[in-house]
């Protein structure tokens, strides 16, 4: 069973209204598992930084976000990039971040696909990400990726406790 805080979390980390975000939360564990960490960067998200976020349900993700609300995530499994917009945003009363997806993309975590925003708890977020590398190495604002990576591949740029954090 989830303490109240961690349901709060549960509830925000897709959308405090499900029904309106068009979206699933992600499974409890992945939350509890991202929950119980501390903050290494407080002032995420911020334009002009890519970031590698890790939960046991995605792997590590690599999301470069750019000034201007848009992004692009290398995302696991994936042979090309994925575009998205990003937002700050109030939700309920809490921060939070907010993401738009392509409406032919396909979260396979939460079994969603893209389209409206959908809205996480800022803290929550904050907490999934390990490590960050300054500008756009990758190159991920053209679209391409690099090469195709697995779940439990973090491209050796990142700094972060890899002990800590691995599949």
Same mark, same amino acid.
């Given at each position: 069973?989830?303490?109240g805080? !961690?349901?709060a979390?549960? $509830?925000?980390?897709c959308g #405090?209204?499900p029904?309106?975000?068009?979206c699933?939360?992600? /499974?409890?564990s992945?939350v509890?598992?991202v929950a119980?960490?501390?903050i290494?960067f407080?002032?995420?998200?911020?334009?002009?930084?890519?970031?590698?976020?890790?939960s046991g349900?995605?792997?590590f993700?690599?999301?470069?976000l750019?000034?201007n609300?848009?992004a692009?995530?290398?995302?696991?499994g994936?042979?090309?990039?994925?575009p998205?917009e990003? !937002?700050?945003d109030?939700? $309920?009363g809490?921060?939070a #971040?907010c993401?738009?997806?392509?409406?032919?993309?396909?979260n /396979?975590?939460t079994?969603q696909t893209?389209?409206?925003?959908a809205c996480q708890?800022?803290a929550?977020?904050?907490?999934?990400?390990v490590?960050r590398?300054?500008?756009?190495?990758?190159?991920l604002?053209?679209?391409q990726?690099?090469?195709k990576?697995a779940?439990c591949?973090?491209p050796?740029?990142?700094?972060?406790d890899?002990?800590r954090f691995?599949?």
């Open positions: 069973m989830l303490s805080a !961690k349901t979390l549960l $509830a925000l980390a #405090v209204v029904v309106l975000t068009g699933a939360p992600p /499974p409890a992945a509890t598992e119980s960490r501390g290494a407080p002032d995420y998200p911020q334009g002009g930084w890519t970031y590698l976020s890790f349900a995605h792997g993700q690599v999301n470069y750019a000034a609300g848009r692009w995530l290398w995302y696991p994936n042979s090309a990039g994925v998205e990003w !937002k700050l109030t939700v $309920a809490q921060k #971040v993401w738009r997806h392509p409406s032919n993309s396909y /396979p975590v079994k893209g389209g409206p925003f708890s800022l929550l977020s904050q907490r999934s990400i490590a590398v300054a500008g756009d190495p990758y190159g604002s053209s679209g990726i690099p090469y990576r779940k591949d973090a050796a740029e990142f700094a972060f890899r002990n691995r599949c």
